[in-house]
């Protein structure tokens, strides 16, 4: 029955952790600028590559992590939606 079904999961916290692996690849760039401008004064620039590498792995993890959630979200509606006979939003 319609008012047995349970709803499709919310793909909210997909569209946040994308949000968010593309925000820490940014730093990781922008990181990675500011070691090239800094190198020649500072001793602190091992510290700053293991730092970028950490942000841009755990980016891409989020990232696609998200995605793959968020492609099974929609293909959860998408199966709901038709064993209900109704249109997914």
Known sequence: MVEDA?????TAPAD???????GG??????L???QNQLSPLSY???WI???????????????FGAAAYRW????KAKRLA???????A
């Open 44 to 46: 602190a620039s091992e």
């Open 32 to 34: 990675t600028d500011l």
């Open 49 to 63: 590559t293991k730092v970028v590498v950490v942000l841009a792995i755990g980016s891409a993890v989020l990232v």
């Open 6 to 10: 349970k709803t499709a999961p919310s």
């Open 25 to 30: 690849g940014g730093v990781a760039g922008t």
């Open 82 to 88: 038709e064993a209900l006979g109704t249109v997914p």
């Open 72 to 75: 099974y979200t929609n293909r």
């Open 16 to 22: 946040a952790a994308i949000g968010a692996g593309i």
